[in-house]
Nanobody, 123 residues
Framework: QVILVQSGGGLVQAGDSLSLSCRAS????????VAWFRQAPGKDREFIAG???????TYYADDVQGRFTISGDAGGNTDLHMTSLKTEDPAIYYC?????????????????WGQGTQVSVSS
């Protein structure tokens, strides 16, 4: 199975930047879509960015478009570079991999998940 291991995250001030990494192992050729989701306390897990790794085509949620950048490679690895962080961005951030292309926005379409990492933003 595909295994995803995340790193990065932490506490930053509003307006700062932060990067998250997700390293994949296993048969990553079966998961051409990788994505990042986040889940704030009391809220559903939501899609924020995805990339179709064979073509590097990217997809973003409206509230992160222009602030967050997803990158990925053929090995299934993905990074999320976040800029201009806001006080509404804090959440646990997850990377995920799916066999479905283009990257779907539904949680159920992703069979493989990273362990999650906390992002906190102070005002």
């Amino acid at each position: 199975q595909v295994i995803l291991v995340q790193s990065g995250g932490g506490l930053v001030q509003a307006g700062d930047s932060l990067s998250l990494s997700c390293r994949a192992s296993g048969p990553t050729y079966i998961t051409p879509s990788v994505a990042w989701f986040r889940q704030a306390p009391g809220k559903d897990r939501e899609f924020i960015a995805g990339i179709k790794t064979p073509t590097s085509k990217t997809y973003y949620a409206d509230d992160v478009q222009g602030r967050f950048t997803i990158s990925g490679d053929a090995g299934g690895n993905t990074d999320l570079h976040m800029t201009s962080l806001k006080t509404e961005d804090p959440a646990i951030y997850y990377c995920a991999a799916s066999t479905v292309v283009p990257p779907p926005k539904s949680v159920e379409a992703y069979a493989y998940w990273g362990q999650g990492t906390q992002v906190s933003v102070s005002s």
